[in-house]
């Protein structure tokens, strides 16, 4: 398997995780303001910064359609969190889908030695996409750690890009 093979591959195993997480979540969980950021939110942040740094610039992004700007961010340094309505589990699970298709889409055309294109982030476009998945896991762990504390739900590990993002 070569190199753009292996991030799609990783990329899709991250994302097949979260999807797992976000399908899972209790209602009650979904809304909960015991966290300073909900669920939902943390979720959208995750796509959105899958989504954003799969373009090839900041210039180049163009936001989802439903994107709100106001929600990218998880609260501010003083520990506030956003007060936009919630989105809805089908939402998050439609961006989730676009994320999954740019994967295909913008990974196979990297040129991986290129730079970054993002000014604030000095480094390649492989690495780049290290940086994402990364983030993308950090984050999925987060959630599936607040699963977890609910009781018996359990988001088991993907190690490997799925065929398709299964229907959970």
């Known amino acids: 398997m070569g190199t753009k093979e292996t ?8 994302l097949e995780m979260l999807k797992h997480a976000i399908v899972e979540c209790p209602e009650a969980l979904w809304h909960s303001p015991e966290y300073k950021n909900p669920f939902w939110h943390i979720a959208f942040h995750v796509l959105f ?25 998880l609260g501010s340094s003083e520990g506030e969190s956003t007060t936009e309505e919630p989105y809805s589990k089908e939402e998050i699970l439609a961006y989730h889908e676009l994320c999954w298709e740019h994967v295909e889409e913008r990974v196979t055309f990297l040129d991986l030695d290129a730079e970054s294109g993002f000014h604030w982030l000095p480094f390649d476009k492989l690495e780049l996409q290290i940086y994402n998945i990364r983030h993308i896991q950090q984050h999925t762990g987060e959630l599936c750690e607040r699963l977890g504390a609910m009781g018996e739900i359990e988001v088991d590990w993907v190690g490997t890009k799925p065929a398709r993002s299964s229907a959970c």
Request: net charge positive.
């Open 7 to 14: 991030i799609k591959s990783q990329y899709r195993a991250s």
């Open 49 to 73: 910064y899958t989504h954003f740094y799969l373009q090839p610039s900041e210039e180049d992004f163009v936001p989802w359609e439903k994107h709100r700007k106001s929600c990218v961010s």
